[in-house]
């Protein structure tokens, strides 16, 4: 049976791998062997919404909503993308990841093209 990744590691990989999906992800404490982290995740949006999580094995459980109206407060997720998706807008998670994604493939249709003209140097 595989172990579970500890939670610390798992807020380490969004705050590296998804920093263009907010503005700012702030680890408020994450010890390794805990059951559960805890950290505040803002929105790229001029509101600037701001939501503190507690990660737990089970689910991202949102414990504070700057946002008085529309509150994800209480709020369950499964998924980290979930919550981002909650946060800004499911519509505005589409197209920002939409754009991510295009942006790395032209990138890397980039690449590609250079080390093939390299080749016919």
Partial sequence: MLEPRPLAEDLYHYKEHYQDMFHELEIIRAVP???TAHFRL???LPSRRTVEVLLSESAFHVQKDSQEESTL???KFESFEQLLSSLDG???FG???CDLVSQRLREDAGDAKSEADDADL
Wanted: proline share 7%.
């Fill in 42 to 44: 803002v929105s790229r």
């Fill in 95 to 97: 197209t920002r990841l």
């Fill in 90 to 92: 499911a519509e505005v």
């Fill in 73 to 75: 407060r209480d709020a």
């Fill in 33 to 35: 062997g805990e059951p």
